[in-house]
């Protein structure tokens, strides 16, 4: 019922940008937190950022680096990727629910397919 699909990844020079988006549908879908994880290949999926009704949390490796945003009618969730380094190649998952949880925490109840983000140095 409720569908999450990422877009705007893509190979990207280091130092350069990215803006992804995540568009959120669904007939109940009004989440409490929607947030952003990414997983490089055989490594674990990290938390990168998330963003509630009261404001954005980031993890240390990105803040200063990158930006998350809803829009108006908090169906949208964004991350803008500034400054971009080798390491932060990855495929990046959307997520999104309901619940009040830990915003690092893997256990959203909503999950995108990914988008791939390479940067290459």
């Known amino acids: 019922q409720v569908q999450l699909v990422e877009s705007g990844g893509g190979l990207v020079q280091a130092g350069g940008s990215l803006r992804l988006s995540c568009a959120g549908s669904?007939?109940?879908?009004?989440?409490?937190?929607m947030a952003w994880f990414r997983q490089d290949s055989g490594k674990e999926r990290d938390f990168v950022a998330a963003i509630n009704w009261s404001g954005p949390n980031y993890a240390n490796s990105v803040k200063g680096r990158f930006t998350v945003s809803r829009d108006n009618a908090k169906n949208t969730v964004y991350l803008q990727m500034n400054s971009l380094k080798p390491e932060d190649t990855a495929v990046y998952y959307c997520a999104a629910t309901r619940r009040i949880v830990r915003p690092e925490s893997p256990t959203y109840e909503y999950w995108g397919q990914g988008t791939q983000v390479t940067v290459s140095s």
């Open positions: 669904g007939r109940t879908f009004t989440p409490y937190t």
